[in-house]
């Protein structure tokens, strides 16, 4: 029983210690010129959808939940981001070419008709980030007329 006591102990501290390691976290007020929704002119319906269910982990600016300030949890969310970011940026959209926009429109196309964006983790907490089917019509009829548009 001493022995888990220890162990309890340890776990206590250790949890506090880590608390001391912050992160620089993805925050940023300023949207680029190269942003997809700047170089696009999305339509508001869309760029609301987009901006709730994507945007978090596909940008430079993510609007973050209370746990994100308690260690190790912060850790998990930063890396699931930048997991996010290196996929797909839409604010470095601009940066892309022609070519690599096309696979990048393809993927969002396939990953949503898939239900695979956004994620289930993402969505358990964060309710108004689920598409309703309306919704995902709109984007992927959207997506698909801006893919035609570069070919």
Excluded at 75 to 89: A, C, R, S, T, V
Excluded at 112 to 139: C, V
């Amino acid at each position: 029983m001493k022995f888990l006591k220890i162990i309890a102990w340890l776990a206590l501290v250790a949890l506090i210690v880590i608390q001391f390691f912050p992160i620089i976290l993805n925050e940023s007020d300023y949207v680029p010129q190269s942003d997809f929704m700047v170089e696009n002119q999305v339509p508001a319906t869309i760029k609301n959808r987009l901006q709730v269910s994507c945007y978090d982990c596909h940008s430079n600016n993510t609007d973050y939940p209370w746990y994100s300030k308690i260690q190790p949890a912060t850790w998990f969310l930063e890396d699931h981001i930048q997991e996010g970011k290196d996929e797909l940026n839409f604010n470095e959209w601009a940066t892309y070419s022609d070519r690599r926009k096309n696979s990048k429109l393809r993927s969002i196309i396939s990953q949503i008709e898939e239900d695979k964006m956004p994620l289930d983790s993402y969505t358990l907490i964060h309710k108004d980030a689920i598409l309703s089917d309306e919704d995902k019509r709109m984007i992927i009829d959207y997506m698909k007329a801006l893919k035609d548009s570069l070919e």
